[in-house]
């Protein structure tokens, strides 16, 4: 990564969102050189691992931005990165190198109707999304979440119908997601499909949508943002080979 994007943040607070969702703020002297407006575009938190190694790099989206500060949210899992273990464990005041921020990933809001997915790694991207909606937007938002006390107040158009699935162990069960999508209604129109989750369940949704008629190829970003058991340096080369052979 370009050594020009990294800085040093510090963390300025902690806050349970949910009881699988922690978000850390990050600000400090360095935010005076952060572009404006990232919500929902990504940094990479490194981690530095020796003079003659690159730094472990593990990618999270903005939440909020704020005039000195920005907001990242950790989906709470048993499996503990590098990542996860520095945010469950650090202290306000602490220092983290960041680099970015990297493009930002929305929806066309010029669509005639809108179907966002994700599972809890890809909330805070959806939450943006959603609240960058059209007012009169319509379609439907499919989250799933560790549990119920998982689910959390989103803004929202009125036309959008939020639906909250519960799935205790994310990326076990790759049907999940895709055989919820298959029973919601559609709208008249062209659609915007937006989908962001583990790996197979992510290729199950690209293949379905694929082959619907209605849906071309410029009016979806359909995503990998993790696999079960694999790192992100893995899955990053995984998500490369497979988008290759899908273009």
Partial sequence: MNKANQRIL???????VTPNML??????PN?????????????????PRGDD?????????????RDNEIDIDFAVH???????????????????LIGGPGPKKLANPSADWFLIVGDMTALPAISINLAQLPEDAQGHA??????DDD???????????LHWQINPEPGLDETLLLEKVKTLPCFNGTPYIWCACEMNSMRQLRTYF???PQVQRDQMYISSYWKRGVREEEHKSLKSRLDQDAA
């Fill in 210 to 212: 694929r082959a619907q």
């Fill in 142 to 147: 499919l989250i799933q979440v560790l549990s």
């Fill in 53 to 65: 190694q690159r730094p472990i790099a593990r990618t999270y989206t903005i939440r909020a931005q």
């Fill in 31 to 47: 935010m005076q050189q952060f572009p404006a407006d990232q919500a929902s575009a990504y940094i990479k938190l490194l981690f």
């Fill in 23 to 28: 978000r850390v703020t990050l600000g400090g």
């Fill in 151 to 161: 689910i959390q107040p989103l803004q929202t158009p009125e036309g959008v119908t």
């Fill in 78 to 96: 048993a499996e503990s990165g590098p990542a996860l273990s520095w945010a469950l464990n650090s202290q306000v005041g602490e220092d983290i």
């Fill in 10 to 16: 510090q963390v300025i607070r902690k806050t349970y």
